[in-house]
T-cell receptor, first 111, second 113 residues
Framework: SQELEQSPQSLIVQEGKNLTINCTSSKTLYGLYWYKQKYGEGLIFLMMLQKGGEEKSHEKITAKLDEKKQQSSLHITASQPSHAGIYLCGADARGNTPLVFGKGTRLSVIA | NAGVTQTPKFRILKIGQSMTLQCTQDMNHNYMYWYRQDPGMGLKLIYYSVGAGITDKGEVPNGYNVSRSTTEDFPLRLELAAPSQTSVYFC????????????FGSGTQLSVL
């Protein structure tokens, strides 16, 4: 079965610092999705990556998918308290199955 | 624009009790899903449906049942609640599988004591 490894499990950063979260699969992916979950709430879609080498940005968040389509990174520039939450990567390994999710990375941003 | 609505938000059950978690969406999506989220374990797929009248098991279906009589509704039934079912449950919907993002409800926090 498809498994996604996320690292780190948790992260505490000072406001204004940059950070990176990684998501790794042992299999080539059809699509890689990043979601954010605020504590006690549902998941909000951030970005979807489909092509090897693809990179997308939204405000201060940039996501990349490597050429082999097995690893993705999520980079936050100049972190703010509003970035705090749990970041989950989700992936579809076959193109016709429900998303499988990683265990998540819990991000705290301190002043 | 309501999106995906889950009820109730919180519930405490005694061991052996039954209950139904409700999920409805107003986006006319064919695909709907139930996930559970345990602390530090990410999301695990319980059941999913690709259209009215069609359901299929996910990774952790034991102890649960679903039905899909309409496009809008996808209730999740717990017949004999067990402490192992203490979790946060999320319903989601999407237009399809491939290249389609999921829209999530706000979750139901269930405790079985």
């Amino acid at each position: 079965s498809q498994e996604l490894e996320q690292s780190p499990q948790s992260l505490i950063v000072q406001e204004g610092k940059n950070l990176t979260i990684n998501c790794t699969s042992s299999k080539t992916l059809y699509g890689l999705y990043w979601y954010k979950q605020k504590y006690g709430e549902g998941l909000i879609f951030l970005m979807m990556l489909q092509k090897g080498g693809e990179e997308k940005s939204h405000e201060k968040i940039t996501a990349k998918l490597d050429e082999k389509k097995q690893q993705s990174s999520l980079h936050i520039t100049a972190s703010q308290p509003s970035h705090a939450g749990i970041y989950l990567c989700g992936a579809d390994a076959r193109g016709n199955t429900p998303l499988v999710f990683g265990k998540g990375t819990r991000l705290s941003v301190i002043a | 624009n309501a999106g995906v609505t889950q009820t109730p938000k919180f519930r405490i059950l005694k061991i052996g009790q039954s209950m139904t978690l409700q999920c409805t969406q107003d986006m006319n999506h064919n695909y709907m899903y139930w996930y559970r989220q345990d602390p530090g374990m990410g999301l695990k797929l319980i059941y999913y449906s690709v259209g009215a009248g069609i359901t299929d098991k996910g990774e952790v279906p034991n102890g649960y049942n679903v039905s899909r009589s309409t496009t809008e509704d996808f209730p999740l039934r717990l017949e004999l609640a067990a402490p192992s079912q203490t979790s946060v449950y999320f319903c989601a919907s999407s237009p399809g599988f491939y290249n389609e993002k999921l829209f999530f409800g706000s979750g139901t926090q269930l405790s079985v004591l």
